[in-house]
């Protein structure tokens, strides 16, 4: 199971309290404008492949996962901890997705909380310690909201109780129930835009890239639906198809990811298939080289601290650039030759 590691996202559930509970909260993002991102419109890329030892294990304990079968995902995030120690910060992350999940009807708060902590006790280094704290405070947040609920309900039903057995008090008792009913709505209410916000995280793997220039926008897509979506840069001169080598222009068309960087001077970078027969016939016909060495990648090393910034200008010599853990993330969800395809 391949998951969201940098807008976290989780639905989280409660028990059976007469009528549907929804729960609320919101997460907000400030951005900040940074002329320091001039030293990145003058660099180029260089990439270099790796593979993934365990991808196949895990890509079965994520078919479990979507076909419902929990408990037999969960025992092989086990098989996987023990075969491949390294990915334990994975494994455990991925298993408290798990006894979280709403779809999950012997999920297990508790142990949820267990695996994200002993995540961030473990794995200090961890990519995925940062978001762990976050599922940690999320899945508290909500549990201590059900304990308020739960304990005001049964107010009210005590209260519901004394209007049976008082009568001529039932008026002033009714004004306390319904005061209390408020409360109760009000942090249902709160919930529910909580789980809105926190939502599950992608399972994909995707099976498609599409990147739409005119948006700055790429997202991933599984089986038709949407997994993911980042903001983006581009090359310097963003509008209009690559037509020759040095034109600053990111490709239009269908490509597919042919290779990949572990080492680039870009954090990570994944390959795109440009150009394709269509470029190269182009450029012939012009007496032009269709360029290449397009990429997905992230914010060139040393740069990392420009964030979501670095989105403010196409700064690229023509490839597509993400931020370093969104870049992470790309490459987890998508497996060699997943079709990219760019529109204008």
Same mark, same amino acid.
């Given at each position: 199971?391949?998951?969201?590691?940098?807008?976290?996202?989780?639905? %989280?559930?409660?028990?059976?309290? @007469?009528?549907? &509970?929804?729960?609320?909260?919101?997460? +907000?993002?400030? $951005?900040?404008?940074? !002329?320091?991102?001039?030293?990145?419109?003058?660099?180029?890329?260089?990439?270099?492949?790796?593979?993934?030892?365990?991808?196949?294990?895990?890509?079965?304990?994520?078919?479990?996962?979507?076909?419902?079968?929990?408990?037999?995902?969960?025992?092989?995030?086990?098989?996987?901890?023990?075969?491949?120690?390294?990915?334990?910060?994975?494994?455990?992350?991925?298993?408290? %997705?798990?006894?979280?999940?709403? @779809?999950?009807? &012997?999920?297990?708060?508790?142990?949820? +909380?267990?695996? $994200?902590?002993?995540? !961030?006790?473990?794995?200090?280094?961890?990519?995925?310690?940062?978001?762990?704290?976050?599922?940690?405070?999320?899945?508290?947040?909500?549990?201590?909201?059900?304990?308020?609920?739960?304990?005001?309900?049964?107010?009210?039903?005590?209260?519901?109780?004394?209007?049976?057995?008082?009568?001529?008090?039932?008026?002033?008792?009714?004004?306390?129930?319904?005061?209390?009913?408020?409360?109760?709505?009000?942090?249902?209410?709160?919930?529910?835009?909580?789980?809105?916000?926190?939502?599950? $995280?992608?399972?994909?793997?995707?099976?498609?890239?599409?990147?739409?220039?005119?948006?700055?926008?790429?997202?991933?897509?599984?089986?038709?639906?949407?997994?993911?979506?980042?903001?983006?840069?581009?090359?310097?001169?963003?509008?209009?198809?690559?037509?020759?080598?040095?034109?600053?222009?990111?490709?239009?068309?269908?490509?597919?990811?042919?290779?990949?960087?572990?080492?680039?001077?870009?954090?990570?970078?994944?390959?795109?298939?440009?150009?394709?027969?269509?470029?190269?016939?182009?450029?012939?016909?012009?007496?032009?080289?269709?360029?290449?060495?397009?990429?997905?990648?992230?914010?060139?090393?040393?740069?990392?601290?420009?964030?979501?910034?670095?989105?403010?200008?196409?700064?690229?010599?023509?490839?597509?650039?993400?931020?370093?853990?969104?870049?992470?993330?790309?490459?987890?969800?998508?497996?060699?030759?997943?079709?990219?395809?760019?529109?204008?």
């Amino acid at each position: 199971m391949a998951l969201q590691s940098s807008n976290i996202m989780l639905t %989280i559930t409660t028990p059976n309290m @007469g009528k549907k &509970q929804r729960r609320a909260g919101r997460y +907000l993002s400030l $951005f900040f404008a940074c !002329i320091l991102l001039a030293p990145l419109l003058i660099c180029g890329c260089s990439h270099l492949n790796e593979g993934s030892q365990a991808r196949s294990t895990f890509i079965e304990a994520n078919d479990l996962f979507s076909q419902g079968n929990y408990k037999a995902s969960l025992g092989i995030y086990q098989q996987i901890i023990e075969k491949y120690p390294t990915a334990g910060d994975r494994v455990l992350f991925e298993m408290g %997705i798990i006894y979280s999940y709403p @779809g999950n009807t &012997q999920k297990d708060y508790q142990k949820s +909380l267990e695996c $994200f902590q002993k995540l !961030i006790k473990d794995y200090p280094e961890s990519e995925y310690r940062k978001d762990s704290a976050l599922m940690v405070f999320n899945i508290n947040t909500v549990i201590v909201k059900d304990k308020t609920i739960a304990a005001q309900q049964a107010q009210i039903e005590a209260l519901r109780q004394e209007v049976q057995s008082r009568g001529n008090e039932s008026i002033d008792l009714r004004k306390k129930i319904e005061s209390l009913e408020q409360v109760v709505r009000s942090k249902e209410n709160e919930i529910a835009t909580l789980k809105k916000e926190v939502i599950p $995280f992608p399972t994909g793997p995707a099976d498609r890239i599409l990147i739409e220039k005119k948006d700055r926008r790429l997202t991933l897509i599984s089986n038709g639906k949407a997994l993911k979506t980042y903001k983006i840069a581009l090359g310097g001169n963003p509008y209009g198809p690559k037509e020759m080598q040095g034109d600053n222009k990111t490709p239009e068309g269908t490509y597919s990811i042919d290779s990949r960087n572990k080492d680039s001077r870009y954090h990570l970078s994944l390959h795109i298939s440009y150009p394709n027969e269509n470029d190269k016939k182009r450029a012939k016909q012009r007496g032009v080289s269709p360029g290449g060495d397009i990429m997905i990648h992230g914010i060139k090393n040393g740069f990392s601290w420009a964030g979501d910034l670095h989105s403010n200008v196409d700064w690229t010599k023509g490839c597509i650039a993400v931020t370093d853990e969104e870049i992470e993330e790309i490459d987890r969800l998508t497996p060699q030759g997943t079709i990219v395809e760019i529109r204008p």
